[in-house]
């Protein structure tokens, strides 16, 4: 499972664009966006709840979603169970984010 390094730099083969934003080589990462529409917002928030308790329908269903997005407290950690990204989401959701480049 990809995740960050002690410099805070993602090391799973996306190009750092930016504040949690990465578009190539592979699928767009976008921490918070688990609706993969391009935006931060309370549209991601059933995406997120289904991401969290149904991942493999949540996957399904957002094929082109990078699951990286809802590691949202950057521990390396995201999908099924993974309950500590909660409340960074909710943090973030209601901060709101600026859309993918
Ligand atoms: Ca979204
Ligand atoms: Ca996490």
Redesign the pocket.
């Known amino acids: 499972m990809p995740g960050l390094v002690g410099d805070g730099l993602r090391r799973d083969g996306w190009q750092l664009l930016g504040d949690g934003t990465a578009c190539t080589p592979g699928l767009c990462l976008h921490t918070g966006d688990l609706n993969c529409d391009g935006t931060v917002n309370f549209g991601d928030i059933n995406p997120f709840v289904m991401f969290l308790s149904a991942y493999d329908q949540w996957a399904s269903i957002f094929l082109d979603c990078n699951p990286a997005n ?9 999908g099924q169970g ?1 309950f ?2 909660i409340n960074p989401f909710v943090a973030l959701v209601t901060s709101g984010q600026g859309p993918c480049p």
Request: net charge negative; no cysteine; glycine share 24%.
């Open positions: 809802g590691d949202i407290n950057f521990d390396g950690t995201y993974s500590g990204d």
